[in-house]
């Protein structure tokens, strides 16, 4: 029994995945997958729901943990206790759109979204203008790319030449797309092969303990 009790999260993976796998591929009426499925997809929300408790309890460990030690800094870690304590009240006292958080998520959280935002332009920028000085094909057809978009955009550029827009347009809608659905099916199968070696027992990283063997 041993081996059970060692192993049981990794049986219970394996069951579980297998049916969510089985009854999306094979319609199984007759056996009540989908019924089955249905209720892990509630499971799954439970579940959810107390990681991110687990998560706001070590948040909190931390940064508690950073105003006792008066670590440098510390007073960022007053600000994120203060305000998780702050939202957290006023979310449970009056409801997720409450007049109280919803001020505070209109007019703290979304200005500091945008102006985080607007930083992350002038890394970019930062980052394009470095990757521009390589001598390569790639930094070519990147800058040619990235100054054809810039032209279709600014209103310069329809007056320099009128289809500067269109041109634009069909890099955003053609080779972008085309690059953005290889990536998206590169990390698809990725997700599906990590999905199989966790249903096998081969990555048990998720445990947090250690390393896929």
């Known amino acids: 029994m041993n081996w059970l009790r060692k192993d049981f999260p990794l049986v219970l993976t394996f069951l579980f995945g297998l049916v969510v ?3 999306k591929f094979l319609n199984l009426a007759y056996f009540k997958l989908p019924d089955l499925t249905k209720t892990l997809d509630k499971w ?5 729901a107390f990681a991110i408790l687990v998560g706001v309890i070590n948040l909190s460990a931390l940064h508690i943990n950073y105003i006792r030690k008066r670590r440098a800094g510390y007073w960022y870690s007053v600000i994120a206790m203060a305000t998780l304590v702050l939202y957290g009240t006023l979310g449970m006292a009056q409801g997720p759109k409450g007049a109280g958080a919803l001020f505070i998520y209109s007019n703290v959280l979304i200005p500091i979204g945008s102006a985080i935002y607007a930083l992350l332009g002038f890394y970019i920028v930062s980052a394009a203008y470095r990757s521009f000085h390589l001598r390569s094909l790639e930094a070519t057809v990147l800058i040619v790319a990235s100054v054809l978009l810039m032209l279709g955009q600014a209103p310069i550029g329809q007056v320099l030449w009128y289809d500067f827009p269109k041109l634009s347009n069909w890099i955003m809608t053609v080779p972008n797309s085309a690059g953005i659905r290889g990536i998206q099916l590169g990390a698809a199968i990725g997700a599906f092969a990590v999905s ?11 445990f947090g303990s250690g390393g896929g063997q």
């Open 21 to 23: 796998m089985v009854s």
């Open 44 to 48: 799954s929300q439970i579940t959810f």
């Open 196 to 206: 199989i070696r966790i249903l096998l027992g081969l990555e048990r990283s998720w």
